[in-house]
């Protein structure tokens, strides 16, 4: 059982930069690949980024190529999203999870097994 907890989020202005934080428990942490997706108000969960378990390969959206960093720090057993140049439509409840079978690159959430509550980014133009 891995248990996720987001933290970071909130209020940022267009342009703005903005990190995201996931915290593992769990000793297995380095054996989960992990993802961060996003979910708009009146819109399906869409991928965002994804890491491999030993941070050695990364997956991005093509929304936010070039802007979101994704990586992952396993003795801290944490994942992180550095979002910069963000955008009006970044607005979103962001979600990590964890997930032992990376198919397509983590880009689908049946790749995933566990699941955090997300955290609110909101971005003002």
């Known amino acids: 059982q891995v248990q996720l907890v987001e933290s970071g989020g909130g209020p940022a202005q267009t342009g703005d930069s903005l990190r995201l934080s996931c915290a593992a428990s769990?000793?297995?942490?380095?054996?989960?690949?992990m993802g961060w997706f996003r979910q708009a108000p009146g819109k399906e969960r869409a991928f965002v980024a994804a890491?491999?378990?030993?941070?050695?390969?990364?997956y991005y959206a093509d929304s936010v190529k070039g802007r979101f960093t994704i990586s992952r720090d396993n003795a801290r057993n944490t994942v992180y999203l550095q979002m910069n140049s963000l955008k009006p439509e970044d607005t979103a409840v962001y979600y990590c999870?964890?997930?032992?079978?990376?198919?397509?690159?983590?880009?689908?959430?049946?790749?995933?097994?566990?699941w955090g509550q997300g955290t609110q980014v909101t971005v003002s133009s």
């Open positions: 769990g000793r297995t942490f380095s054996t989960y690949h």
């Open positions: 999870a964890a997930g032992r079978r990376m198919i397509t690159g983590g880009r689908t959430p049946y790749e995933y097994d566990y």
């Open positions: 890491i491999s378990y030993s941070g050695g390969s990364t």
